[in-house]
């Protein structure tokens, strides 16, 4: 594939050329062919280059600056060095013939009858050929992918091709966190498997002309290498890789970037038609619980959709991020991929399990079970999100038993859980509605100013006038009236606390150690709690 010294010096005008140096560098790629008759190379050689020199001045220069000259060469790999035999030189210097063995330099002698014009011609003419075949071949590769792409390409049909182009068996695959592959597709009869290969190993591949992609490589355990670039834009990570059981040429490459390019192509597609999907099931949720669905026929149908019966129970079940005890209201909106990773934590206890993902919060719908393997199921979920996201906390909220008739207040029941036992100081993550007690009045009462009936007129003058003091006592309260704690909390002197709960009892006349005076309390408190927290 390309053209390499050889070439060259089989032209008509090198036909009586002598190779003086480096035969094994013959094969060389070559790349451009230029004229030089000064040794300040490095300011414009380019990579895979034959020069073309009588070696004028030469004879002049020092030891040093010939070495320096070879050392260019070497640095910006020539493809060789042919030298005239002139009126200037009779003879190439033995340095520059040493030095043309040690850095692998093809050395090629002409006689001063040769024309330059003869040798530029004929080697630019066999460049030129080369570049329009491989022009040609680029073309003819590329209109297999879009005729692949029009006949509706898929992951299968890509490596399928690929694999036929290149000689060599293809894989798309994603790499797990153990450093494992996962294969998504391969071509017919693949050698060899990609579970047998370490990705931690991966060693970057110089850049060439026909590569526009990064590409690593990493030895399998028979020492096959496997060469591997990451498709752009993927967000499940995809790979394409190839098994070089045989050497992959120039060419292959440009098949390579094809097929990186139509499998980006793909994943673009397959992602809009996921969100096409996902948006139309989002809807028909949002429809089942949120009790939209006005005729029997739609209902059987959505239950159908989602693999739900109408006479099995369920639990509805809402999950939200905090960070430093802060609800995150667009974590799911801005980290998609951490909201599919929550769902597949469920679906490993739930397999069937519907879901809708909203900006702030996941609305689940799993299958209901005994309350004690549902909590530790529960909790195990809670264990692998946190281990995964050390940074963050994770709260459920959870219904009481429903059939899917049921789904609308159960959900609504969900997020309310949620909300209020929040502000209820439960060291659990889980909360289960049947576990409010008393505090599910809450739920009977929709009307914001018949909710704050129930704050006893004191702590709500507290609440407006004194927040210092309010929050002062919240803290009390939350500490089981330890005053030593409750100072710690806030970050003040006991003496301090001391003196802030006398002017908390001058303002209220509170009773501390009356039990239903502090019951009254804690109930106004978690009332305040909800109603700010809905800004109302």
Not at 19 to 45: F, H, P, Q
Not at 282 to 302: P, R
Not at 450 to 464: G, H, M, P, W
Not at 507 to 534: K, M, P, Q, W
Request: hydrophobic share 40%; with cysteine; charged share 25%.
């Amino acid at each position: 594939m390309g053209v390499n010294l050889k070439d060259i010096q089989q032209i008509d005008a090198l036909k009586s050329s002598k190779l003086v140096a480096c035969s094994k560098g013959i094969y060389k790629s070559v790349d451009n062919i230029m004229i030089t008759e000064a040794n300040d190379v490095e300011r414009w050689i380019t990579p895979n280059e034959v020069l073309l020199s009588s070696l004028y001045g030469f004879d002049k220069l020092s030891v040093k600056a010939i070495d320096g000259f070879m050392q260019s060469l070497n640095m910006h790999h020539c493809s060789g060095l042919i030298v005239k035999i002139s009126r200037f030189i009779n003879k190439i210097p033995r340095q520059i013939i040493n030095d043309c063995n040690r850095f692998d330099i093809p050395l090629i002698e002409i006689s001063q009858d040769v024309k330059y014009s003869d040798i530029m011609l004929e080697a630019m003419q066999l460049l030129f050929n080369e570049r329009n075949r491989i022009l040609d071949q680029y073309k003819t590769i590329n209109q297999q992918f879009i005729k692949l792409a029009i006949q509706n390409s898929s992951y299968q049909s890509i490596v399928t091709l690929l694999a036929r182009l290149v000689k060599n068996s293809t894989y798309i695959f994603k790499i797990d966190s153990s450093n494992n592959g996962v294969d998504i597709a391969h071509s017919k009869k693949p050698q060899q498997s990609i579970h047998s290969i370490d990705f931690a190993n991966q060693r970057p591949v110089p850049k060439t002309e026909y590569t526009n992609c990064q590409y690593f490589e990493v030895t399998s355990q028979d020492g096959t290498e496997f060469l591997m670039v990451k498709i752009p834009r993927s967000q499940d990570d995809l790979y394409l890789g190839i098994f070089q059981e045989y050497p992959l040429q120039d060419i292959d490459f440009m098949a390579i970037e094809n097929a990186v390019n139509f499998t980006q192509m793909e994943v673009i597609k397959q992602a809009a038609l996921d969100q096409g999907l996902r948006t139309y099931a989002n809807d028909i949720i949002d429809d089942l619980i949120n009790g939209k669905i006005t005729s029997e026929e739609e209902y059987q149908a959505t239950l159908r959709h989602f693999k739900l019966s109408e006479n099995n129970s369920y639990r509805v079940v809402v999950i939200q991020v905090l960070v430093k005890n802060e609800i995150q209201t667009d974590y799911f909106r801005d980290n998609p991929k951490d909201a599919n990773r929550i769902i597949i934590q469920f679906k490993k206890y739930w397999p069937d399990t519907v879901y809708r993902v909203r900006q702030n919060r996941i609305i689940l719908i799993i299958n209901d079970e005994p309350t004690g393997k549902l909590q530790t199921d529960l909790e195990s979920v809670l264990q692998a999100l946190k281990t995964s996201y050390p940074a963050l906390d994770f709260q459920i909220g959870l219904s009481e038993s429903c059939l899917p008739k049921e789904f609308p207040n159960h959900a609504s029941q969900a997020l309310r859980t949620l909300q209020i036992a929040g502000h209820l100081n439960k060291k659990s993550q889980v909360f289960n509605y049947n576990d409010l007690g008393f505090y599910r009045f809450l739920f009977q009462v929709d009307d914001p100013a018949k909710l704050k009936s129930f704050v006893a007129e004191d702590l709500l003058k507290l609440y407006r006038d004194k927040p210092e003091l309010y929050i002062t006592l919240k803290t009390y309260l939350n500490h089981n009236q330890n005053a030593k704690a409750s100072a710690e909390a806030l970050f003040i002197h006991p003496k301090t606390m001391s003196y802030r709960l006398n002017k908390i009892q001058e303002h209220t006349n509170i009773n501390f150690s009356d039990v239903d005076e502090i019951f009254r309390l804690n109930v106004g408190i978690r009332i305040l709690n909800v109603l700010d927290e809905e800004n109302i």
